[in-house]
C-alpha cells in the first residue's frame, strides 16, 4: 500500500492539535505535505553587499566595530546598534526589542546578521542574528504560506521528517524516454530539491520538472477529453448541397476576407463530420464573425435542423435579430428572437412555432439553455462571447442538445497560451485579419484636466452629424472610490450641450425595456451623445459613432478597453478613442501607452496576460483558467507548447495506452474521471 497516502499524524510529532492545523491549509496526508511547496525562498547566501539593491533581504558576517549601545523607549521596546565591519564596508546593525544580545556583543567578535540593507544610511535592520561564523549550511531556506499556530519553522521540520522518512516511497509517473529527452530530474529528487535546495540551480532543476509535469498532466487531461469528444460523440452529418451555400456566400453584400473563407470551411467540415463540433472561433473587435455565424447557420437550416444563437445581452439579441432577420429574408429563413421581454401569449405561440420547425433560428440570452424549449432538430448552437464559461458549463451547453454542433465565438482576443489552457479540449479557429478599407481608431491618452477641450472635441464631431459614447466605470456616486460616475457625467453633459444636442444615459440598473428604448434612439440617432457604463462593452453596433470618450481607464484592464473601443471605428469615417487618465502607477501609465500605440486586439491581449497575469484576465472568476502550483502560464509558455505536443503525440499514439513506462499517466487519467467521462474540474 502506498505509504504516502498516510495521515499526516503518522508523522513523528503531528498530534490531534497539529493536525487540525494541517488540516486547515489542506494537508491531510503525508503527501499532501510533501507536495506544499514552498511559495519563495530566504537567500542566507553571503553576499557582497555592492551586489545588494535597497530593501533587499540579505545575510553577512562581519566583525563588531563598536560597542553596542542599548535604548529604551516606551514601554519594553529597545533598540540595540553596533557597527559592524563587513569585507570592506563599515554598516550599522539596529536590532529592536532584544537587550539580551547586548551581553553577547564585544568589540572584534564574529557576528553573523541577517535582515533588511538600507543602502542609503548603509545599515542592516537585523532579524536574526547568530554570534560566530555563519552555520547554516543551507544557503537557500523555504518560506511556506502557514496559518495561526503552524509557523514557518515548524513547517520545515516537519518537511524535513516527511522528507527523512517518506522520500522513498515518492515514485515516478513521468515516462522514462520524456526524463531523459528533456533531462529533468526525477520525481524524488524534485521534491527534495523544491524544498531543500542548497542552491538556485538545484531549484531551477526542481522547479523545471514541476512545471513541465503540471502542464503535461493538465494537457493529457485537455488531449483525452477532446480525442473522447472526437470519437465517442454521436453527432450530426449536415447534409446539404454546396452549391446553396456557395450562391449564399456570392450573394453577400461584400466578399468574404480570407480569413473568414479559411474559418467557415473549418466549420462547414465539422459540420458535415460525423462527430459533434466544439470549436471556438476568435476574432478581433469587428473581423465579422456574425457573418461566419449566419453562413454556418445556412448550412445548419439547408440540412434540415434549427439553429440557436445565444449572446450575453438583450440589446445585442435584439441586434443580431435584427441583422440576420435583413440577410436572411430573401431566403425564406425565419429568425425569431426569444428574450424575457417575449411574454404570455406571445411566447407561448412562439414556441409552438420553434416545436413545428415554423422558426429557422432562434436568437435569446444565455438563459435560452436554461428554459426547456422543445426544438423540432436543433442542429447548432453558437454562443457569443462565452469566455466566462468555464469548461464544466461548455460541457452543461453541449449536453443540452443530442449531438448538437456548437461553436463559441468570442471577441476577447485570447493570447494561445490561455487559448490552449482554458480552451485545451477544443479546436479554435481564428480570425486574424480586418476587412479590408478599416480605418485605424486613433487613440488618445489625456489627463482629466483636459476635460474642457475635449468637450469641444465631442461637439465638433456631433456637429458634423457622428455621434460619441462616454463611459464611466460607476453606475452613481461612491464614498469608497474617487471615479467618475454615469448619473453624474450624464447630468454635467446635459448642461453643457442644452440647447444642442441629446444626452442618453445607459447602465445595467434600466429594466431590459428602458436599455432597448435608450440603445433605439442612439442607433436612430435621436440621441447623439450617450454616456455609459461598460454594459456596451460587448458586440454593440452603431456605425454612425466615432468617438469613444472613456472616464478613469486606468481602471479598465487592455482587453476590455480594447472592446470599448471597438464600438467605434464601425463605419466609414475616422473614429477616435480619447482615455481620460492620470494613473499612478508604473503600469497604469503603461497600459495607457500601449492602447495608443496599437489597435492589435492579439498583440493587447498578450501585453494584458503579461500584466495582469491569468487569474485576472478574463477579469471574471469562473473563467475556466486552471491554477498551476508551480508553473506560469506566461513566463513558462515555451514549456507549455512542448508539453501540449507531447500530450497530443501520447494521446493519439497505440503505446501510449500498453506500454508500462505510461502506466502512472494512464492511472492518473482514470482517476481524472476524464476516461470515464464522470467529471471534469
Ligand atoms: P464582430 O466580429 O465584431 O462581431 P461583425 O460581424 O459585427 O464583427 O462585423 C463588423 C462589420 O464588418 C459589420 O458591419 C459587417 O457587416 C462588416 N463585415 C463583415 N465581414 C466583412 C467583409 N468580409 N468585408 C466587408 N465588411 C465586412
Ligand atoms: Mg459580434
Redesign the pocket.
Known sequence: MNRLLQPITNLKGVGDETEQLFNEIGIQTIEDLLEYFPYRYDDNSLKDLADVNHEERVTVEGKVHSEPLLTYYGRKKSRLTFRLLVGRYLVSVICFNRPYFKSKISIESIVTVSGKWDKHRQTITAMELQFGPKQNENGVEPVYSVKGKLTVKGMRKFVSLALRDYLDDIEEILPDDILAKYKLVSRKEAIMLIHQPKENAQLKQARRRFVYEEFLLFQLKMQALRKIQRTQSEGIVHQFPEKSLEDFILKLP????NA?QRVVNEIITDLQSPYRMNRLLQ?D???????VAAIAFYATVLSGYQGALMVPTEILAEQHESSLQELFAPFNIEVALLTSSVKGKKRRELIERIKNNQIHILIGTHALIQDDIDFHKLGLVITDEQHRFGVEQRRLLREKGEGTDVLFMT?TPIPRTLAITAFGEMDVSVIDEL?AGRKTIETYWVKPNMLDRILVFIEKEVAKGRQAYVICPLIEESDKLDVQNALDVHSMLTEYFRGKFKVGLMHGRLTSVEKDEVMRSFSENKVEILVSTTVVEV?V?V?NATTMVIYDAERFGLSQLHQLR?RVG?GSEQSYCILLADPKSETGKERMRIMTETNDGFVLSERDLELRGPGDFFGKKQSGVPIFKVADMVHDYRALEVARQDAVTLIHSDSFWTDSQYESLRLYLEESGILSGEKLD
Do not use: C, E, W, Y
Open positions: 461584400f466578399p468574404l476576407t473568414q476574432g473587435v469587428g473581423s465579422g464573425k456574425t457573418i471577441a476587412p458586440g453596433n456605425p471597438g464601425r
